[in-house]
């Protein structure tokens, strides 16, 4: 959010890269899972939810005041992060489904307490109010904690603005094209390599798992048994 003071939700554009940045901005799959390009060369992961219309709506504005969209550049919605998180949910997150719906249950009664309605009714600065409350653990109602919920939301809004499209974040490479990160190469030119220095070296737009080599090894991976998490 333009003009935010220090701690305020949401994160600076500043902040937001910086925390991209020590993350690191790939995500990869658990090993152990077959995947399978689509028609466009663009793998994807079946869509998923397990969060209802009301708790949807709830993370959703969330989300947008975490990473909002200004004029600097995209934010959480044209990334599909809430999307990225409901199918993690459906799978590598399952054992988070009722961290998530309490918890936005509890964002919403809390909302509702502190300014009287649920928290995608209210206005943007009374959002980053209650969201400051979040971070800070003083906002009561949340299991295990306010700030602890805070938390865990922030790393997979993060995840699902920088992470592998595969996964169902970063639509349209919208969060790479943010970082100026180039995409994932199995080869490099010295010519490539000179325009990366250069900051000029142009994205090619493709997941990780579009390289048929990468395809290969997660399917031989799958037909050996579940491995430990990349």
Same mark, same amino acid.
């Given at each position: 959010?333009? +003009?935010?003071?220090?701690?305020?939700?949401? $994160? /600076?554009?500043?902040?937001?890269?910086? %925390?991209?940045?020590?993350?690191?901005?790939?995500?990869?799959?658990?090993?152990?899972?077959?995947?399978?390009?689509?028609? =466009?060369?663009?793998? @994807? @992961?079946?869509?998923?939810?397990?969060?209802?219309?009301?708790? /949807?709506?709830?993370?959703?504005?969330? $989300?947008? @005041?975490?990473?909002?969209?200004? #004029?600097? +550049?995209?934010?959480?919605?044209?990334?599909?992060?809430? %999307?990225?998180?409901?199918? #993690?949910?459906? +799978?590598?997150?399952?054992?988070?489904?009722?961290?998530?719906?309490? !918890?936005?249950?509890?964002?919403?009664?809390?909302?509702?307490?502190?300014? +009287?309605?649920?928290?995608?009714? $209210?206005?943007?600065?009374?959002?980053?109010?209650?969201? %400051?409350?979040?971070?800070?653990?003083?906002?009561?109602?949340?299991?295990?904690?306010?700030?602890?919920? *805070?938390?865990?939301?922030?790393?997979?809004?993060?995840?699902?603005?920088?992470?592998?499209?595969?996964?169902?974040? &970063?639509? &349209? *490479?919208?969060?790479?094209?943010? $970082?100026?990160?180039?995409?994932?190469?199995?080869?490099?030119? #010295?010519?490539?390599?000179?325009?990366?220095? %250069? &900051?000029?070296?142009?994205? !090619?737009?493709? /997941? #990780?798992?579009? !390289?048929?080599? *990468? &395809?290969?090894? =997660?399917?031989?991976?799958?037909?050996?048994?579940?491995?430990?998490?990349?």
């Amino acid at each position: 959010m333009s +003009g935010s003071t220090p701690g305020a939700r949401a $994160l /600076s554009r500043r902040e937001l890269l910086k %925390r991209a940045g020590a993350a690191g901005v790939v995500f990869t799959l658990p090993a152990g899972t077959a995947i399978t390009p689509t028609a =466009t060369g663009t793998v @994807r @992961r079946p869509a998923a939810t397990t969060l209802t219309a009301g708790e /949807s709506a709830t993370l959703e504005a969330v $989300l947008e @005041r975490l990473i909002p969209t200004d #004029a600097t +550049g995209p934010g959480a919605r044209e990334a599909q992060v809430l %999307r990225y998180i409901q199918q #993690a949910l459906a +799978g590598d997150l399952k054992a988070l489904q009722g961290v998530y719906s309490g !918890n936005l249950a509890a964002l919403d009664a809390y909302a509702a307490g502190r300014f +009287g309605a649920a928290f995608a009714q $209210l206005a943007a600065d009374q959002q980053d109010a209650v969201l %400051r409350d979040l971070e800070a653990g003083t906002a009561t109602g949340f299991a295990p904690s306010a700030d602890a919920f *805070f938390e865990t939301v922030l790393e997979h809004a993060l995840e699902g603005m920088f992470g592998d499209p595969y996964h169902g974040g &970063n639509a &349209n *490479f919208v969060g790479w094209d943010l $970082l100026g990160y180039p995409g994932v190469r199995t080869q490099v030119t #010295a010519a490539d390599q000179q325009a990366l220095e %250069r &900051n000029q070296l142009k994205p !090619n737009h493709r /997941s #990780a798992y579009d !390289n048929e080599m *990468f &395809n290969k090894a =997660t399917a031989s991976a799958a037909a050996e048994g579940p491995h430990h998490a990349d």
